[in-house]
């Protein structure tokens, strides 16, 4: 049991080029999220993905696209990567509301994206 | 959203010290979690408490959500207890549930 796994763990962009994190879980989660940590910051939801099919905004969206290719992957994609993107992402998942029990969501171990 | 906010933002112990961490949110929330990330980046849970008050081991959290408000409590800390804690509140929509977390109070503690 992996938990949720991310890749890739670093990666350097030059402005203007695409490319697509990836993330895994093994829980048998519903629902999957992307969040953006900056420096001296809180984590900012990206997009989340309540169930396999459906996606949806969350705070910081413009500039990223997503894809809940089936209930354990759900990956996260720069099509023009900016400076301003340069961020630890992370992913997470977390189970039904009638499933709930003390631990809530479940991180993988972050992606540090650089983007010059 | 919501708005979250974590006082102190900054926190040195002397190790073996108590401390008490405190959120505040703006609005009704569905649910509460607190969070740590260690050193090394690391997300943890720590708990999962909507509302009242729970123990684990040398940490408890109290949560009072019609005052909007809840508290970590780190009694006898220890150095590995360093990092950011973070708050983060859920709220149910329509297409799934949303978290908004605040940013974080950083703790050293110091041998």
């Known amino acids: 049991n992996a938990g949720v796994t991310q890749t890739p763990k670093f990666q350097v962009l030059k402005t203007g080029q695409s490319m697509t994190l990836q993330c895994a879980q093994d829980?048998?989660?519903?629902?999957m999220y992307w969040y953006r940590q900056d420096p001296g910051m809180g984590l900012r939801l990206i997009y989340y993905?309540?169930?396999?099919?459906?996606?949806d905004k969350g705070e910081v969206p413009n500039g990223y696209n997503v894809s809940r290719l089936n209930k354990r992957e759900f990956s996260l994609r720069l099509e023009s990567a900016a400076p301003s993107q340069t961020s630890v992402y992370f992913c997470?998942?977390?189970?039904?509301?009638?499933?709930?029990?003390?631990?809530?969501?479940?991180f993988g171990p972050g992606t540090r994206l650089t983007v010059t | 959203g919501i708005q979250v906010e974590q006082s102190p933002p900054d926190l040195i112990l002397q190790e073996g010290a108590n401390s008490t961490l405190r959120c505040n949110f703006s609005?009704?929330?569905?649910?509460l979690q607190w969070f740590h990330q260690n050193p090394w980046g690391q997300l943890i849970n720590l708990f999962y408490?909507?509302?009242g008050t729970k123990q684990n081991g040398r940490l408890s959290a109290t949560t009072v959500a019609t005052e909007r408000y809840s508290l970590l409590y780190i009694s006898s800390s220890q150095t590995t207890d360093s990092g950011v804690y973070f708050c983060?509140?859920?709220?149910?929509?329509?297409?799934?549930?949303?978290?908004?977390f605040g940013t974080g109070t950083s703790l050293t503690v110091i041998p």
């Open positions: 997470a998942s977390s189970p039904p509301a009638s499933a709930r029990n003390t631990y809530e969501q479940y």
């Open positions: 829980m048998n989660h519903n629902s």
């Open positions: 993905s309540a169930s396999e099919g459906t996606t």
């Open positions: 609005d009704s929330v569905n649910n």
């Open positions: 408490i909507p509302s």
């Open positions: 983060a509140v859920e709220r149910f929509v329509v297409t799934g549930n949303q978290f908004y």
